[in-house]
C-alpha cells in the first residue's frame, strides 16, 4: 500500500506548521513590546529620577552612560566643556581639596564586593564659581576578569542646601555655646562678688554711720577685698565713721594686721573716723609688737560700745 503523503496532507501540516511559527512570533512580539515599554518606564525613571546617574568605564576613563549631563546642569555650556582638553574638565572642577583625595575615593572599589555601597561626598564648581557639595554612591557594575572594577554605576546627589542647614546648625549650636560659656561666667563672677561682699560687709547703722563686721579667718587675699569693700563702701554711703569690728576673727598673722591698720588709714584719708572694736589679746599683742600708730584710731572692747560711741553727739 501506498504511504506517500497526499498533496492534501503536506498541505495540512504546512499550515500548522505556519500557525506554529505565527503564534510563536506573536509572543515574541509581545515579549519584545514589553521589554521595550520596561526599557522605556526604567529609561523615564533614570531620567526623571532626583539624582545624576552615571556609568564610568575605569579602563577608558570615561563616562559610558549618563542620564543628563552633570557638567551642563552646573551652568557649563557645551562649548565651555569642550574647550578642556580630554579628560581635564572633572579636574578643573573638583575642589582642589577633593581632587588631591580622588585615588583615596576610588580606592575602595577595588576592594568592594557585589552590592557594597562606596559613599563620598566632595565639591564640584557651578558655572558661577561657587562650589556645590555632592554625594556620590557608587558600586561596582562589572568586572575584568581578574575580579578587578571596570565599570562603575554611580548616583550622585545635590546635598548643598543640606550641607549649608548643617553648618547654619552648627555655627548656631557654637554660638549658643559660646554664650553659655559667657553667662556661666558671668554668673560666676556676680557670685564671686557676692560672696566677697557678704565675707565682709558694709553696714549702715544709722546717718553717716556704718559697720564693717568681720568673722572667721583672715589671709592677705581677704584682706585687700576688705580694704576695697570698706573703702568702696564709705564713698558710696559717705560715712563719716566706720566701725570695724573684729571680734569674730580667729587669728591674724603680722601681714594681716598690717593690711588692716592700713584699711583704717586709708579710710582716714576719706575723712572717715575709725572705730576699732573687739580686738582679742592675741591680736592687741601683734599690734604691739608692730609698733603700730594707733593714733586717730579710737579702740574700744566691744561693738556696742564702740556704736556708742559713733552715735554721741559731738
Known amino acids: 500500500m501506498d504511504q506517500t503523503p497526499s498533496v492534501e496532507d503536506e ?3 504546512l499550515r500548522a506548521e505556519l500557525t506554529q511559527l505565527r503564534a510563536q512570533l506573536e509572543a515574541q512580539r509581545a515579549s519584545t513590546s514589553e521589554s521595550m515599554d520596561r526599557l522605556k518606564l526604567l529609561t523615564e525613571i533614570v531620567e526623571k529620577g532626583p539624582c545624576h546617574v552615571y556609568i564610568i568605564d575605569h579602563s577608558l576613563g570615561k563616562n559610558v552612560f549618563t542620564n543628563g549631563d552633570l557638567a551642563e546642569t552646573l551652568g557649563y555650556s557645551r562649548a ?13 572642577i573638583f575642589h582642589p581639596e577633593d581632587m588631591a583625595r580622588f585615588g583615596e575615593m576610588l580606592a575602595p572599589f577595588f576592594t568592594a564586593r557585589d552590592g557594597d555601597v562606596v ?10 564659581g561657587s562650589y556645590r ?21 554611580g548616583f550622585v546627589y545635590d546635598i548643598t542646601e543640606a550641607k549649608t542647614r548643617e553648618a547654619d546648625l552648627r555655627a548656631s549650636k557654637e554660638r549658643a555655646e559660646d554664650e553659655r560659656v559667657a553667662m556661666q561666667a558671668q554668673i560666676i563672677a556676680m557670685q564671686e562678688a557676692t560672696i566677697r ?17 568681720l568673722v572667721g579667718e583672715i589671709n592677705e587675699a581677704r584682706a585687700l577685698q576688705i580694704i576695697e569693700n570698706l573703702l568702696t563702701g564709705i564713698a558710696r554711703s559717705q560715712a563719716s565713721v566706720v566701725i570695724l569690728d573684729i571680734t569674730g576673727v580667729r587669728s591674724v598673722d603680722d601681714k594681716v594686721a598690717t593690711v588692716l591698720l592700713q584699711a583704717a588709714r586709708a579710710a582716714r584719708l576719706l575723712g572717715t573716723r575709725v572705730v576699732l572694736t573687739g580686738a582679742s589679746p592675741d591680736i592687741a599683742i601683734i599690734l604691739v609688737n608692730l609698733a ?13 560700745a564702740g556704736i556708742a560711741w559713733a552715735l554721741k553727739p559731738r
Not at 565651555?80 to 578643573?92: C, H, K, M, S, V
Not at 554625594?135 to 562603575?152: E, I, K, S, T, Y
Not at 603700730?292 to 556696742?304: E, F, K, N, R, Y
Open 292 to 304: 603700730a600708730d594707733l593714733s586717730g584710731i579710737v579702740t574700744l572692747g566691744t561693738l556696742q
Open 133 to 153: 557639595w555632592v554625594l556620590d554612591r557608587g558600586v561596582v557594575f562589572a568586572r575584568n576578569p581578574d575580579g578587578g572594577p571596570r565599570q562603575l554605576l
Open 11 to 13: 498541505n495540512a501540516a
Open 119 to 128: 559613599t563620598n561626598e566632595y565639591q564640584i564648581r557651578d558655572r558661577s
Open 197 to 213: 561682699e557678704l565675707e565682709s560687709p558694709l553696714l549702715p547703722i544709722a546717718k553717716g554711720v556704718v559697720v564693717m563686721p
Open 80 to 92: 565651555e566643556i569642550d574647550a578642556f582638553p580630554e579628560g581635564q574638565f572633572l579636574p578643573a
